[in-house]
């Protein structure tokens, strides 16, 4: 955690801890290019393992773990902001 995020917050924190059931099947409908055009073939398959790795033993996930892992591809510069935003609405839309 940076200075920042001690301070004033992290943006992670805006995201529940609620877990949800999330099969690597789901993850791929809602990573798919189709949803965010702005992601390549590689970064698809990069975000998609990202969250699988960060579900627990029984499949469950919860948006802020999504976000932390979004966030991290985001820092290394693997993916966008853009895409990260983009992936964030879908994954919102589906814990609803």
């Known amino acids: 955690m940076g200075i ?3 301070l004033f917050g992290s943006p992670a924190g805006n995201y529940p801890q609620d877990e949800k059931s999330l099969s ?3 993850i791929k409908k809602l990573v798919s290019r189709v949803h965010i055009r702005t992601l390549r073939q590689g ?3 990069l ?3 990202a969250i699988a790795a960060r579900r627990h033993g029984d499949g469950k996930i919860s948006l802020r773990q999504i976000y932390e892992a979004l ?3 985001k820092n290394q510069g693997k993916i966008s902001v853009y895409d ?6 879908m ?4 814990f609803q």
């Open 24 to 26: 690597e099947v789901e």
């Open 4 to 6: 920042f995020d001690t």
């Open 43 to 45: 970064e698809e398959g």
């Open 91 to 94: 994954f919102e839309e589906y």
């Open 84 to 89: 990260r935003k983009g992936l964030m609405k």
């Open 47 to 49: 975000v998609e393992q």
């Open 71 to 73: 966030t991290q591809l």
